[in-house]
């Protein structure tokens, strides 16, 4: 959202490019007084103020070539010095949370599964669901976080809940019995919540890593339990984890764009200047 600053930068262009329209003079002169300003905009760092007078320019003055020639020239120019400061803001972005990431890498381990490997808190790397009642966090290789419940009670369970003593609560998904992600094995009832069936389970248990939580197994009956604690540190853990994992994959896949759309400013800017030199 536009704070209250840019609104009126806009409102001033906005007026800039009235005023010209306006004025008694020809449209080449508009169409070169606009040119003028922004490229002053450019000069004093306004690019996107630059970029709004260029295409008032174009959409208003599609006749006058020379200028909108030379407007050619300009927008990439504004266009590279707003890659920059984007590339700079994201190598920033980047380098906090890769420290970060590599902090909590240490509390992490990855397991190597037939199907698809998958990431859990270290202590539950050579755990299995079924060896003991709750909730297993674990992260895809791409970054979704997802729950596992367990119980060995025949709960005919669907869906679980975690509650503080205030009576703050989070609510998985319903998931149906259907042999697969809501299954028995080995004695246990086991359901697989994906990130958008838990999420908020994730959520309040990362803001309250150290509470006691109740969890319960809701289904044909119900069963409560004390979430153990090392259970919920891990939920907080991974959930935490899962985040800084999918921020790492935006940011450098925002910085690979960048990187590109600084080439091809810069390429349109060389051949631009070439361009302009031979007309002259």
């Known amino acids: 959202m536009c704070n209250v600053a840019t609104k009126l930068k806009f409102i001033v262009i906005a007026s800039i490019v009235c ?15 606009l040119y003028k300003q922004a490229e002053a905009f450019v000069n004093e760092g306004n690019n996107e103020h630059a970029l709004v007078l260029l295409d008032s320019i174009d959409h208003t003055y599609p006749g ?39 902090s909590i890498g240490k509390f992490i381990a990855k397991v190597d599964n037939p199907i698809e490997p998958y990431f859990v808190a270290a202590e539950f790397k050579d755990k299995s669901p079924v060896s003991a009642p709750g909730l297993y966090a674990r992260i895809t290789p791409d ?90 540190k891990a939920l907080a853990t991974m959930y935490e984890a899962a985040s800084l994992f999918r921020n790492l994959k935006v940011l450098q896949i925002r910085k690979t764009h960048l990187e590109k759309q600084l080439e091809l400013s810069r390429s349109q800017i060389a051949r631009t200047f070439n361009d302009k030199n031979q007309d002259n």
């Not at 005023?19 to 002169?29: A, G, I, L, P, Y």
């Not at 407007?71 to 420290?99: C, F, N, Q, W």
């Not at 289904?219 to 409560?224: H, N, T, V």
């Open 143 to 232: 970054g979704q976080f997802y729950i596992l419940s367990s119980i060995n009670k025949p709960v005919n369970s669907t869906s679980v809940t975690i509650s503080l003593p205030d009576g703050t609560s989070a609510q998985s998904a319903i998931v149906p019995h259907d042999g697969e992600r809501n299954d028995k094995q080995g004695g246990a009832e086991i359901i697989t919540f994906m990130q958008a069936e838990c999420d908020t389970i994730g959520v309040l248990a990362t803001k309250n890593p150290s509470a006691k939580f109740m969890l319960v197994f809701n289904g044909g009956k119900q069963y409560s339990m004390p979430l153990p604690d090392n259970q919920l």
């Open 19 to 33: 005023n010209f329209m306006t004025s008694c003079s020809s449209d080449r002169e508009k169409a070169e007084g």
């Open 64 to 102: 006058e070539v020379d200028v909108r020639r030379e407007g050619m020239h300009l927008r990439p120019m504004a266009i590279e010095k707003i890659t920059l400061a984007e590339l700079s803001h994201t190598d920033s972005l980047l380098a906090v949370y890769s420290l970060k990431s590599d």
